[in-house]
C-alpha cells in the first residue's frame, strides 16, 4: 500500500497520488480554476463522481462545462434530486419513486401524500423557490454504498413503500448505492447510481424551469398506482435555458397539430386512432412530394411495386415477425362472414392473417418469382408501401407519430461486390433530396452492433466497415455532416446508417436509413445465380430516404412553420376583389393562372379587402393578388406575398403568370 497511485491525464501526463485520493484532489492539485470548474470525472472512460477515491491506478478526464454532453447529464439528474427533496420538505408523506434526467431536463414521478390530490400547475412555482434554497444551502452529494436489506430497511422505515418494492429486484449480491444530500441525520436521501455534482451549489439557481405536471402510472403500467410527474427543464446556465425556452415558444408555434387546422391539411379523431384523415388541401401536399420522390427514384433505377397489405399468420412466422414482433401487429382472421347472421362470428379454427407492419417479406416474395442471375443485380425495388403498427394510444402524436402510414421503403438486392457503390449511391440520392426539400443540413451516424445480435462477428465487421467505407468515399465522413459512430445501436440483425435532418430552429430529425440485412434472405431463402453457376445469397438493403409521408409532411410543416415553397403549397394563390366591379377579371386571372398549372381561386365575397387578406395570411397562401377597378382596366395584378413587409407591387397579367409559374416548378425540374 506505500506505493503512491499513477493517474495518467489526457496529455499524456502521469501523476503520483496517494491511496485514497480523489479526482478532486487532483484536480485541487493541477490548480484551482480546474478545481473550480471540473464536475465529475471520467475513470477509465467511466463516468464518476468527483469525491469518489480512485480504486488503483486509473485513466483520469476531468469533467468539465466544456464536455456539454456529460455536464448537461449530470445537471439534470442532480436537479432531478433536488426536485425530490424540496417536494418532500414542501409537502410531507409524498413517496418518492424515480427521476431520470430527459433530452432538456429532467422528471420525477411521486405519489402524493393519501389525502392529497395529484400535484398541479400552481404548485410548481412553491417547489421551485425550494429548489433554489437546496440549491443555495450547497450540500454536498455523498455517495454511500449499502447492502439491499439495509436499503429496504430505510425505506420501509420512511414510509417509502415504491422505493422499498423496487430495491428487492436489484441484483442480489451486487452493491447498493445511495446519495444523501448533505451530512446530518435530516437530509435526503435516494436510492441512485449516480453520479452526481460534488454539491448542490454547482448548479446554477437560474438555469432551470418546472415545465408541467402528468399523470403516469407506477413503472408504466396501467393496473399500477397513478403517479404524479413532474417535468422541469434544465441547463448549465441561464443564456442556456433563455434559448430552450425560445426555441419551446417559436416550435410552439410550429406545431404541425395547429397549422395542419388553420391549413385545413388534414384531421385525426378518436374513431381512428393513430390514423389521419387527410383533407384536400393536405393530400395535394402528399401529392407533391410522392411525384417528386416518384421522379428521384424512377432516375435513380428503382423499380416500383405494390405489395399485399393482409398476409397469412404463417408467412410472417417464416419471415420471423410472429414471434418477435406480433405485439406491434394488427392480426385478422380470416373467415367468410356468417351471412345469416348480423353479428360477426369468429369460428375459433380460422386462420390468422396480419396487416403488415414492414414491406420486407414481401419484397423478397417479388424477388423470388423467377430465377435470378448475378446480372441483373442490383435490383432496386421500391414501394410506397401502406403499413400499420399497433402503437399504444398514448404514444400517438398528431401525424408524426401514427398507426397507419406510408414509408417511402425501398429494397435494394446487391451482391457483395456492389455494397460498396449502392450505399455511396444512395448518400448521394439523399444527399440532392434533402437539400431540394430545404434542408440544407443533416448528420450522418452509424449505428453499430448491439449486444443481443443475430449473425456471426465476420458479417458485422464486414457490414459495418462496408458502411464505414460508403460514406467516407462520398467524403461525408466529416464534421460538417455531424458524423458519428454510436456503439451498440444498430439492430439486431444489421448496422445502419442515420440520416438526421437539422429544421429552421435546430431540432434534429432522425429520417433517412440505410441498413445491411443478410438474415432475412436467409429466413425465405431468397437465393440467385453467380457466376459460378452457384445458389448465393444476396445482401438485401432496407432504406428509407423520409421514412414516412406522414410524418415528413409533419417535419416539412413544421421546419417551414407552414410557409412552403410555392411547389409545396397546397394552395398558391388567391385573386381576392377589392370591388364587386372587378368579380369578372378576377375569374378571367384565375382561368389564366390556372391554365398555366397553378392552383389558383377567387375570393369575390364582399368583405372588406384588409379581412380578406389577414385570413389568408392565417391559411398561409403565398400569393395574393389584389384586383380591383383599376387592375381590371390596365390588365394588371397587385401582388402580396406571404410573410414578406413589402408593399403590392403592380405586375402586368403575363408577366406574373411567367413568373410564378417558373417559380412553381418543383426544384428537380427547373
Ligand atoms: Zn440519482
Ligand atoms: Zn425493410
Redesign the pocket.
Known sequence: MSEMLKISLPDGSVREMPHGSTPADVAAAIGPGLAKAALAARIDGELRDLNRPFEGDAKLALVTSRDEKDALELVR?DF??ILAEAVQNLFPGTQITF?PATDDGFYYDFAPAPGRGPFTDDDLPAIEEEMRRVIAADKPLVREVWDREQVRQFFLDHGENFKAEWVMELPKDEPITM?KTGHGEADWI?L???P?LASTGKLDPRAFKLTRVSGAYWRGDQNNPMLSRIYGTAWLNKKQLDEHLVRLEEAAKRDHRKIGQEMDLFHLQAEAHGSVFWHANGFILWRQLEAYMRRQLDAAGYKEVKTPQLMDARQWEKSGHWGKYRENMFVVPDEIPNVEDDAPVVSGNADMMALKPMNCPAHVLIFKQGITSYKELPIRMAEFGCCHRNEPHGALHGIMRVRQFTQDDAHIFVREDQLIEEVMAFCDLLDRIYKDLGFDNYAIKLALRPDKRFGSDEMWDWSEQSLRDAVAATGRNTEEFGWEELPGEGAFYAPKLEFHLTDAIGRTWQVGTIQTDTVLPERLDAYYIGEDGEKHRPVMLHRAILGTFERFIGILIEHHAGKFPLWLAPRQVVVATIVSDADNYARAVVAQLQAAGLRAEADLRNEKINYKVREHSLAKVPLLLVVGKREAEEGTVAVRRLGSDEHQKVMGLDEAIGLFSAEALPPDLR
Open positions: 439528474h432531478a434530486h427521476g446519495y435516494d441512485c447510481r449516480g452526481h
